[in-house]
T-cell receptor, first 117, second 114 residues
């Protein structure tokens, strides 16, 4: 069963505008972590932001913020003030369990973001 | 602070051959995970190594095997290569006992099987 769903295969945004990339997840484990990664065409997966299931506040890292709605099981990534360098694939991922020892990441299929000048 | 490194960058093999991919974790990390990413897909978990033992394994056949060395670096071996093994292979390192256990990825090895 697919546990991470990213429904937007591709998105366009104008430079300097904000954009929201959608992610929904499915788990019965009350303890889990949610991650967003950026993958430029070079292939490297770059860690952007993390949200633990018990974290009370939405995570923020610079221009990235995670809109965490636990009851809806959604973890959308918001990028503010888009830049041309933000053009890339973006992956949402989940790990069941909160500790590094609890294993693997489950990824969605990704959203390709294109920033227009 | 050195990040995760992988070698080689690219590799071309023929069906039936064997391949070894290498990974050095980020400084301070003790755990290495390997992922396979087919074109147009998200990465799929292969296995995770900690303390030189395989701790978790995804849904991959035993043609895929690995090893972790005392310095925490790791190898991924694939035997009897199939055309379908063509993919980007990503290594990620993390801290086993870490609170979030965030995994940091290397640049990947692109394997082409002809």
């Amino acid at each position: 069963a697919q546990k991470i769903t990213q429904t937007q295969p591709g998105m366009f945004v104008q430079e300097k505008e904000a954009v929201t990339l959608d992610c929904t997840y499915d788990t019965s484990d009350p303890s889990y972590g949610l991650f967003w990664y950026k993958q430029p065409s070079s292939g490297e997966m770059i860690f952007l932001i993390y949200q633990g299931s018990y974290d009370q506040q939405n995570a923020t890292e610079g221009r990235y913020s995670l809109n965490f709605q636990k009851a809806r099981k959604s973890a959308n990534l918001v990028i503010s003030a888009s830049q041309l360098g933000d053009s890339a694939m973006y992956f949402c991922a989940m790990r069941e369990g909160l500790r590094g020892s609890q294993g693997n990441l489950i990824f969605g299929k990704g959203t390709k973001l294109s920033v227009k000048p | 602070d050195a990040g995760v490194t992988q070698s080689p960058t690219h590799l071309i093999k023929t069906r039936g051959q064997q391949v070894t991919l290498r990974c050095s974790p980020k400084s301070g990390h003790d755990t290495v995970s390997w992922y396979q990413q087919a074109l147009g897909q998200g990465p799929q978990f292969i296995f995770q190594y900690y303390e030189e033992e395989e701790r978790q394994r995804g849904n991959f056949p035993d043609r895929f095997s690995g090893h972790q060395f005392p310095n925490y670096s790791s190898e991924l071996n694939v035997n009897a290569l199939l055309l379908g093994d063509s993919a980007l292979y990503l290594c990620a390192s993390s801290l086993f006992g870490g609170r979030a256990g965030t995994q940091y990825f290397g640049p990947g090895t692109r394997l082409t099987v002809l």
